[in-house]
């Protein structure tokens, strides 16, 4: 269950306030969360302003967590981590927003966040729940504990042309750095901090037939970002007992190369009086290029390999809309 309430107050025409407070209560425990938040905006001028913000933010974990039933020595199960509390964090944001010419905007924002009451195991190891979701399988544990802590900061940069005149475009930049702290008291980077994040959007529609409704689009889009870390498999000992073993002592020390992806999409839409009718023919990652997503211990070939994201993929599609 939440609650929130919100006001906002304008100092002058140009300073701005908005405060507010926000609350959650998880029914399966009974734990609750008290989360105040404060933000201002200055508009300098006419074309730029500052922003300040700061607040609580907390979140529950995933389902699967609550609910895990571990085994207990009288042949017994027990949802021991059903107790647990919400992971929290404390916000710290600052923000320039510039329209500097007319359809063009540039947006720069830095941040940083504090985690803290972060689920970990009770006796030292690196596992931390803020880690959950960087694979398609996350390990289960029991009697989970909120006593890990990370910390997040980095710098965005946005620089975006509105659509006029028949085009738009998008270009942003993220650098940043994502760390945990698990039962063992070693600060690590997370299993997401690939450090940085750079994606480019464009596209241009085509007016073929004003009197028909007939529009011709075309699009593209590149991403470059840092890549996935990852918990290395020891080879010699996956060998002996033939199945994986991790040295976790190099727990998300080392990253796949960057992520590279570019889409290209063209699309024709007749608008007619009742109904809209749209094709679309899309080629995602357009130049195949390999990304690895994990690497896997084989006990077959008694072997590391290497499994890979989605390569070239051509996609068509047929809309209509009454």
């Known amino acids: 269950m939440q609650q929130y309430i919100e006001w906002q107050h304008k100092f002058t025409e140009n300073v701005l306030m ?31 302003s500052l922003g300040f913000a700061t607040g609580l933010h907390s979140e529950m974990q995933p389902m699967e967590v609550y609910y895990y039933q571990a085994l207990l020595s009288n042949n017994t199960y027990a949802l021991t981590n ?33 985690l803290y009451n972060i689920p970990v195991q009770r006796y030292p190891s690196t596992y931390s729940a803020l880690n959950i979701g960087a694979s398609y399988y996350d390990q289960p544990y029991d009697s989970l504990v909120n006593k890990g802590t990370g910390r997040n900061y980095g710098t965005e940069f946005t620089l975006e042309r ?46 073929l037939d004003k009197r028909k409704g007939n529009i011709l689009s075309l699009s593209i889009k590149a991403n470059y970002a840092g890549g996935k870390r990852y918990i290395p498999v020891n080879l010699a000992a996956s060998q002996l007992i033939h199945a994986p073993v991790y040295d976790y002592s190099q727990t998300y020390t080392q990253e796949f190369s960057p992520y590279e992806r570019i889409d290209v999409k063209i699309d024709f839409k007749h608008n007619g009086k ?7 023919f899309e080629v995602q990652n357009i ?23 989605l390569g070239f993929f051509p996609l068509g599609s047929y809309r209509i809309t009454f």
């Open 274 to 280: 009742k109904v809209t009718q749209d094709w679309s």
């Open 18 to 48: 908005n405060a507010g407070f926000h609350s959650q209560q998880f029914t399966l425990n009974g734990s609750t969360a008290y989360e105040p938040r404060l933000g201002f905006k200055w508009n300098f001028t006419s074309t730029q």
């Open 162 to 207: 509105f659509f006029n005149k028949t085009y738009y475009m998008l270009l942003t930049c993220s650098l940043y750095e994502s760390k945990y702290t698990a039962s063992d008291g070693v600060e690590r980077n997370t299993a997401f901090n690939g450090q940085f994040t750079l994606n480019a959007l464009s596209g241009a529609d085509f007016n």
């Open 82 to 114: 059903k107790d647990l509390g919400f992971s929290k964090s404390g916000h710290f944001v600052l923000s320039y927003d510039n329209i500097f010419a007319p359809d063009w905007r540039l947006k720069v924002e830095t941040y940083y966040q504090q």
């Open 287 to 309: 130049f195949n290029t390999q990304n690895v997503l994990q690497q896997i211990y084989n006990p077959n070939t008694n072997s590391i390999e290497t499994d890979y994201q």
